[in-house]
């Protein structure tokens, strides 16, 4: 799936893209592990922010990357790369969320 593509297309969207290409069952079993599957983590860099301050603790080092570092090439579902990320950076401004951020370091100390 093309990066973003689950924040930036409904469930339903995502349904017909990927029914021109697969079966309906796995494009279910997709869907499932997209959207509704507890091993992917669901939370946003604000989230975390807000956890962290809640903790008690002091957040003394907090570092990001954006960067994807591997090769990553996905079948042509009909979108361009370029659509996600216009389509991303609507939603974020509209949301004012943090969707840059793929990995974090974070040090908290008593």
Known sequence: MPHWIHLT???EEI????SKRYRIKDVE???QAIFKSD???????ED?????KESGLRIAKIETTEEIDYPFIYPNYGIEEVT??????K???????????????VV???
């Not at 996600?84 to 950076?89: A, G, Y």
């Open 15 to 18: 349904r017909e893209m990927l």
């Open 84 to 89: 996600i990320q216009e389509k991303l950076n």
């Open 91 to 105: 939603f974020h401004e509209e949301n004012n969320r943090n969707y840059k951020c793929r990995d974090m370091l």
């Open 9 to 11: 297309y409904s469930q």
């Open 29 to 31: 079993n997709i869907l």
């Open 108 to 110: 908290l100390v008593k």
């Open 39 to 45: 091993w992917l983590n669901r939370l946003h860099f």
């Open 48 to 52: 975390y922010i807000d956890i962290f």
